[in-house]
């Protein structure tokens, strides 16, 4: 496996988004020593753009998406990508195919549309553009806008879980980690910290149940503002669980 670090913070609008580069960065490179695995950096630009369509910083998205794609054009491993806003995760989930269940781990459902989102903030929009005709399970989210609800829900395009109620249908999964989905109390070095959030533990122990029964192809841990070491040690424990699903998947 190998670790792409996309320092974006574009996709994002709350204040705290200034801190996303930073706290890219130092995630991971605790990931790269944790893992033993390669670090890579995605060059990513430090300006804004205008609105276009309803998303913000529109053009710089874009060149954005066109450097992760040639980043990852000739890897064959499975990759960790480490955000950055959770719109980093776009292009790695589009170039699966339909056949991989996406698991998102998040408080936020990210399924809105430029035309329903509150924001104009492409994060929460990033599943809703991604998800093609896939199965998409959500879990742990507990803030869903009104223009997501009519995709949620039985009978409809995604489910939504607790954390340990697993059971997608595909063999082959894609986990997305927003570490919004992590209690605040826990963990405070999240872009947008939403209560009744998830224990790192019981986290943990979702992930790797995962194997060896379904195969991990690639993974993402997003939305980290903190550089601080001792609250970034915290994640140890899920950097090491994600590492060995992963690593279980490559074999």
Not at 2 to 21: K, T
Not at 86 to 104: E, I, K, N
Not at 176 to 200: K, Q, R
Request: glycine share 10%; charged share 25%; with cysteine.
């Amino acid at each position: 496996m190998r670790i792409h670090a996309v320092p974006q913070f574009q996709g994002a609008l709350v204040e705290s988004r200034a801190r996303l580069p930073s706290g890219c960065r130092a995630l991971a490179g605790l990931a790269g020593r944790v893992l033993g695995a390669e670090v890579t950096e995605v060059p990513v630009g430090t300006g804004t753009s205008p609105t276009v369509g309803g998303i913000a910083n529109h053009e710089v998205l874009l060149a954005h998406q066109d450097a992760q794609r040639t980043a990852l054009s000739e890897v064959d491993e499975p990759v960790l990508t480490i955000g950055g806003d959770c719109s980093v995760d776009l292009v790695p989930v589009r170039r699966l195919g339909d056949d991989v269940t996406v698991l998102w781990f998040d408080a936020h459902a990210d399924l809105n549309t430029p035309e329903s989102s509150p924001s104009g903030a492409f994060h929460g929009m990033v599943l809703r553009s991604a998800m093609g005709e896939r199965e998409v399970v959500l879990v742990g989210t507990r803030s869903i806008d009104d223009g997501e609800r009519p995709l949620i829900g039985e009978g409809k395009r995604v489910a939504l879980v607790e954390c340990g109620d697993l059971a997608p249908r595909n063999r082959q999964v894609y986990l997305h980690i927003d570490l919004d989905v992590l209690s605040p109390n826990e963990f405070s070095g999240m872009t947008y910290p939403e209560p009744d959030g998830v224990a790192i533990d019981a986290l943990v122990r979702q992930v790797r149940q995962l194997s060896p029964e379904w195969t991990v192809v690639g993974a993402a841990i997003t939305e980290c503002v903190t550089a601080d070491e001792a609250e970034l040690a915290k994640l140890i424990p899920l950097l090491e669980a994600v590492g060995e699903v992963l690593t279980y998947g490559d074999r």
